[in-house]
């Protein structure tokens, strides 16, 4: 199971990102994904959940109306768009999935939001 994300960097408040992550290694269309982040000092918090065909979606609420997940099964991409970000949403972002009990990370992609 690889995950790679990309995508994130330095943005001012109130900008967006887009973030993605590549899937590849198992079967992505049957697998639930999930962005967590981790802010310094903070303990690694999940950010959004999408079902396995997309049909669900549930984000936590600090970003709901802010962020949306979505995926491409034909692409096995996985993607977190962030809106009116805040510096509160600075960490890094990580992509997750869970295979017959196994956790699987990408190795995190780094947001920055600051003016």
């Known amino acids: 199971v690889q995950l790679v994300e990309s995508g994130g960097g330095l943005v001012q408040p109130g900008g967006s990102l887009r973030l993605s992550c590549a899937a590849s290694?198992?079967?992505?269309?049957?697998?639930?994904m999930s962005w967590y982040r981790q802010a310094p000092g903070k303990e690694r918090e999940l950010v959004a959940t999408?079902?396995?065909?997309?049909?669900?979606?549930n984000y936590a609420d600090s970003v709901k109306g802010r962020f949306t997940i979505s995926r491409d099964n034909a692409k096995n991409t996985v993607v977190l768009q962030m809106n009116s970000l805040k510096s509160e949403d600075t960490a890094v972002y990580y992509c997750?999935?869970?295979?017959?009990?196994?956790?699987?990370w990408g190795q995190g992609t780094q947001v920055t939001v600051s003016s």
């Open positions: 997750y999935t869970n295979r017959w009990g196994n956790k699987y």
């Open positions: 290694g198992f079967t992505f269309s049957s697998s639930p």
């Open positions: 999408i079902s396995s065909v997309g049909r669900s979606t």
